[in-house]
């Protein structure tokens, strides 16, 4: 290796050499035209290797660029559909609510709205286990009236 060195620098330091002898002998147009000959197609390929490699290293950062926002943006895809959600289910309450708001304006009864805490459905019987009680003074076996989302299952 070291050998391999040497032998370069020897090489280079001839090739000085005698540019500089041709050159001072009055041959210096046709050993820069020579020089030019030889070198050209190696500059050549070497700037093309250059930008391809540079473009590469574009190309490659520009994917990790997009991989980065395409994760995040189904991150943001998926919070908006969470959002979407919300939305949605607040929206069906909101109509449940306006509707059992209507049905206690029209009733000629003292009203008391609850909400559906438990079902069971078993055999002949069914039962639907309300969020309102004694605590509110309403009497065990009291008539309900219901919406049309009671007797629908929600989820």
């Known amino acids: 290796m070291k050998i391999r060195k040497v032998v370069l620098l020897g090489s280079l330091v001839a090739a000085c050499l005698l540019l500089l002898t041709l050159q001072t002998r009055?041959?210096?147009?046709?050993?820069?035209?020579?020089?030019?000959?030889?070198?050209?197609?190696?500059?050549?390929?070497?700037?093309?290797?250059?930008?391809?490699?540079?473009?590469?290293?574009?190309?490659?950062?520009?994917?990790?660029?997009?991989?980065?926002?395409?994760?995040?943006?189904?991150?943001?895809?998926?919070?908006?559909?969470?959002?979407?959600?919300?939305?949605?289910?607040?929206?069906?309450?909101?109509?449940?609510?306006r509707r059992l708001l209507a049905l206690q304006e029209n009733l000629p009864l003292t009203t008391l709205s609850g909400e559906i805490i438990a079902r069971e459905w078993g055999g002949w019987i069914r039962s639907l286990t309300v969020n309102r009680g004694r605590g509110d003074n309403v009497p065990r076996g009291r008539s309900r009236a219901a919406d049309a989302d009671a007797g629908h299952r929600r989820g």
């Open 26 to 97: 009055g041959y210096g147009s046709v050993a820069r035209d020579f020089f030019a000959v030889v070198t050209t197609p190696i500059q050549t390929g070497l700037a093309k290797a250059s930008r391809a490699t540079f473009g590469l290293w574009a190309t490659y950062v520009d994917w990790k660029n997009v991989r980065a926002e395409n994760r995040r943006l189904r991150e943001e895809v998926q919070a908006l559909r969470v959002r979407a959600l919300r939305v949605s289910e607040t929206d069906d309450e909101n109509r449940r609510l």
